[in-house]
Antibody, heavy 120, light 110 residues
Framework: QVTLRESGPALVKPTQTLTLTCTFSGFSLSTSGMCVSWIRQPPGKALEWLALIDWDDDKYYSTSLKTRLTISKDTSKNQVVLTMTNMDPVDTATYYC????????????WGQGTMVTVSS | SYVLTQPPSVSVAPGQTARITCGGNNIGSKSVHWYQQKPGQAPVLVVYDDSDRPSGIPERFSGSNSGNTATLTISRVEAGDEADYYCQVWDSSSDHPGWVFGGGTKLTVL
């Protein structure tokens, strides 16, 4: 069974750096075709893709946020980490990690999400 | 960057057919994926590659894609289908390829 779980702080202050961890099971990120991505959703708003890392350690970032994002993986720990610098209240959202696995370019399994509030 | 346009809302009576559109420039040349998101829950993939269904998704969910519009069709709509639906594509057309979501459509079952 494939599962993903997000973890990180529920509250961060403006200008701080957010670090989120996605811990997954049921697949290996060293397997060809496997990818893990981060997607966020502000309250009441649409999904927004942020970043993705693939089995070959290639990394992709949202054009609008690429200067603030860093994605990395620890294959031995089955974890993917996202850092976002210079947090702002507009970054308040539920952050999801999701897998691309069985279907190319589609997110077939999602974590439950973690809510992050940016406030002083 | 590539833009996907969805109607904010669609309403349908139980037992009827709901059609949710997703517009994009020459979207027919891309693979479109659809997600269902119920309140307080993570999205779930319901249609991939325009018209295929993951295991466990009812046959009532189907999709099509041609020209500038992709469509998610839900037949014999049930109260449990009430949710937000998002389309998504992989855009490789720019210098910075990425994954793109539509703005979402709220399906209301009357």
């Amino acid at each position: 069974q494939v599962t993903l779980r997000e973890s990180g702080p529920a509250l961060v202050k403006p200008t701080q750096t957010l670090t989120l961890t996605c811990t997954f099971s049921g697949f290996s990120l060293s397997t060809s075709g496997m990818c893990v991505s981060w997607i966020r959703q502000p309250p009441g708003k649409a999904l927004e893709w942020l970043a993705l890392i693939d089995w070959d350690d290639d990394k992709y970032y949202s054009t609008s946020l690429k200067t603030r994002l860093t994605i990395s993986k620890d294959t031995s720990k089955n974890q993917v980490v996202l850092t976002m610098t210079n947090m702002d209240p507009v970054d308040t959202a539920t952050y999801y990690c999701a897998r691309i696995g069985l279907v190319r370019d589609a997110f077939d399994i999602w974590g439950q999400g973690t809510m992050v509030t940016v406030s002083s | 960057s590539y833009v996907l346009t969805q109607p904010p809302s669609v309403s349908v009576a139980p037992g009827q057919t709901a059609r949710i559109t997703c517009g994009g420039n020459n979207i027919g040349s891309k693979s479109v994926h659809w997600y269902q998101q119920k309140p307080g829950q993570a999205p779930v993939l319901v249609v991939y590659d325009d018209s295929d269904r993951p295991s466990g998704i009812p046959e009532r969910f189907s999709g099509s894609n041609s020209g500038n519009t992709a469509t998610l069709t839900i037949s014999r709509v049930e109260a449990g289908d009430e949710a937000d639906y998002y389309c998504q594509v992989w855009d490789s057309s720019s210098d910075h390829p990425g994954w793109v979501f539509g703005g979402g459509t709220k399906l209301t079952v009357l």
